[in-house]
Each structure stands twice: as C-alpha cells, then as structure tokens.
Nanobody, 127 residues
C-alpha cells in the first residue's frame, strides 16, 4: 500500500492562505483527492485530481482552493486561499487506484467510498 503523509496545516486568520502537502511513497496510476473532517461531521470531499488533469471541487471551496501534484516528488498539494472559519478541519489526502476520470458521470470523486488508503491528516484552524 502507498504511504501518505500530510503536512502544512496550521492556525491562520480569516482571509489568509495555506498550502497543504501530501507526500506519497509512490504515485500509482490513481485519482488523488483531499478530504476534510471536523468534529461531529462526516468526512467531506474537498478536491480531486485525475490522471488526465481533470479536477473536481466541492462547491464550498470552488474559486478558493486549487489541487495540484508534482510527479517528480510524488507530492500532492492543496492551495487554500481566503480561508474561512468553516474550513477548520483535519485534512486528509487519498488515492483511488481505479483512476476513474472525474468527468465520468457514474463516478463520485469526492465520495470517501471511492478511497481506502488515508494519511494521518493535518489540522487546519481558521479563526
């Protein structure tokens, strides 16, 4: 199984930015995604990136968050701008080896059901 280590979280003020990183032992041919979970809530899909460069974002982060990856270093990124208190959560990255394109109407790239390997998460607090 691929090992995932998230980093880059922290405590910021409203309107500030953060960049999260997810270091993987390898990038298998996978759709890659960021999820988040806050206390008392279910894990929520934030952004996904498929092998063709297609992306999918939750409505709550569109225009503020950008997902990207660096194949050379096996690193997945989440650039977060204009952060809001409701963005406070633990953020996780995950791969989906099915490598389904996000444009596939039968695929839910932001559903945690599509993923099985998770990192330990990184805390983001916005106040």
């Amino acid at each position: 199984d691929v090992q995932l280590v998230e980093s880059g979280g922290g405590s910021v003020q409203v309107g500030e930015s953060l960049r999260l990183s997810c270091a993987a032992t390898a990038f298998t041919y996978s759709t890659l995604a960021w999820f988040r979970q806050s206390p008392g809530k279910e894990r929520e899909g934030v952004a996904a990136l498929d092998v063709g460069g297609g992306t999918s974002y939750a409505d709550s982060v569109k225009g503020r968050f950008t997902i990207s990856k660096d194949h050379a270093t096996y690193t997945l990124y989440l650039n977060m701008t204009d952060l809001k208190p409701e963005d406070t959560a633990i953020y996780y990255c995950a791969p989906d080896p099915s490598a389904t394109l996000v444009s596939n109407v039968r695929y839910s790239p932001l559903s945690s059901d599509e993923y099985s390997d998770w990192g330990q998460g990184t805390q983001v607090t916005v106040s």
